[in-house]
């Protein structure tokens, strides 16, 4: 499946918008408050294409200057050192700047009066937490960018599961699915669970550039991720789908072969990561025999519960390729014996046709004993 066809253009966005005329310099606001188990930030760290420390250190030609401050990857003193750009920004200080958030926005109404979800920080007037939401309220208002990273962020995550005491959600949910930032950008989804690190720094550096007045901006399909990053399946990318295409079905988790029988749902979830792979190349949930439980989407996890039963649809369309598989797969054998021969015109007799003789061999052998 592809969602090419149902593509979100920000092309024609920008031009009622503020246009980025080439930004010099940038802040990448990242805050990882929300329902969050930082393994987004764990994750980037691990991107080599580009690395985050190259667009940091400025080796990246033609990106703007980029002050990061995250709170495990800036160099910081922590503390209100750490809050200072971040106040600055919510007072309408500091400008341009791209808020990344990861965690998913718990609903502070349920709780309203009665305590905090998520704590960034104190007011400094009240001594009270600021929470998640505060944060959201000020910054995205200001924002020349919002980027979600990490499922969490995107669409709510494990977070969000059915019953979960906090009501929490996603940045579309929380902002709406309208929403425009100062650089005329809807938010830019990245989802994963944690997210490929290379999915968000190829995403982060397009915005880059686009701040940087570049390049256009980055195109998102209508869940608002990067198109070219999500437009086609885990099935579409994945090392054993000749396996899938012949019936040959894995019965446990130790079979190279297809693992949808055992609870594989590649074949309906948008994700690059098995062509993509997860540092340097390599991995890749299915090609290294992690059955896809569809960490990327949307309905993530509920809709892929419980993980490692056979997904319905997948019993159906396993089943229907049964008898194409197991035939053309016998057929298949039958022709592989047959262009595994040489051709019988060749050489490939019992008894020697070349013209090859061993006498030169034989002699040499006499000398050197
Ligand atoms: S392991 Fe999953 S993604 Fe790979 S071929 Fe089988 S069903 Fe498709
Ligand atoms: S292959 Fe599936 S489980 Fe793995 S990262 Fe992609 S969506 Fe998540």
């Not at 499946?1 to 010099?24: L, Y």
């Not at 950008?185 to 940087?212: D, K, R, S």
């Amino acid at each position: 499946m592809s969602v090419e066809s149902d593509t979100r253009t920000t092309g024609q966005q920008t031009s009622t918008a503020e246009r980025p005329d080439g930004f010099q310099e940038i802040d990448v606001l990242w805050i990882s408050e929300g329902m969050s188990c930082d393994g987004d930030t764990v994750s980037v760290t691990a991107a080599a294409q580009p690395a985050i420390e190259d667009v940091v250190l400025g080796l990246i030609p033609g990106l703007p200057k980029v002050n990061l401050h995250n709170k495990v990857l800036s160099p910081s003193l922590g503390g209100e050192h750490f809050l200072a750009p971040f106040r600055a920004a919510a007072r309408g200080e500091l400008g341009p700047f791209i808020l990344v958030i990861e965690g998913s926005i718990p609903n502070q109404n349920i709780i309203e009066g009665e305590g905090f979800w998520t704590s960034f920080g104190m007011d400094e007037e009240t001594g009270q937490p600021l929470t998640l939401n505060w944060w959201l309220d000020h910054l995205a208002p200001r924002a020349w960018a919002v980027v979600g990273a990490g499922t969490c962020a995107t669409y709510g995550g494990i977070h969000a599961m059915a019953g979960n005491p906090t009501g929490c959600m996603g940045l579309a949910d929380y902002l709406g699915w309208d929403y425009t930032s100062r650089g005329g950008l809807p938010i830019v989804n990245i989802p994963g669970c944690p997210v490929q690190p290379e999915n968000f720094m190829e995403t982060l550096t397009w915005l880059l550039y686009h701040a940087a007045g570049s390049a256009p901006p980055p195109p998102l399909d209508h869940m608002l991720r990067p198109q070219w990053l999500f437009g086609k399946t885990v099935h579409e990318g994945c090392d054993r789908a000749a396996y899938y295409e012949q019936a040959d079905f894995a019965k446990d988790y130790n079979s190279p072969k297809c693992q949808v029988k055992v609870g594989c749902w590649g074949p309906v979830v948008n994700c690059n990561v098995p062509k993509r792979g997860w540092m340097s190349g390599i991995g890749g949930c299915p090609n290294v025999g992690g059955i896809c439980i569809g960490c990327t989407m949307p309905g993530f996890p509920d809709a892929f519960m419980p993980f490692m039963d056979e997904p319905a649809g997948g019993s159906l369309s396993s089943l229907l390729i049964k008898p194409y598989g197991a035939f053309i797969r016998r057929m298949r054998g039958i022709t592989n014996v047959a262009v595994n021969r040489e051709t019988k015109w060749r050489h490939n007799k019992a008894e020697l046709t070349s013209g090859y003789d061993p006498y030169w061999r034989s002699e040499t052998d006499a000398r050197s004993n």
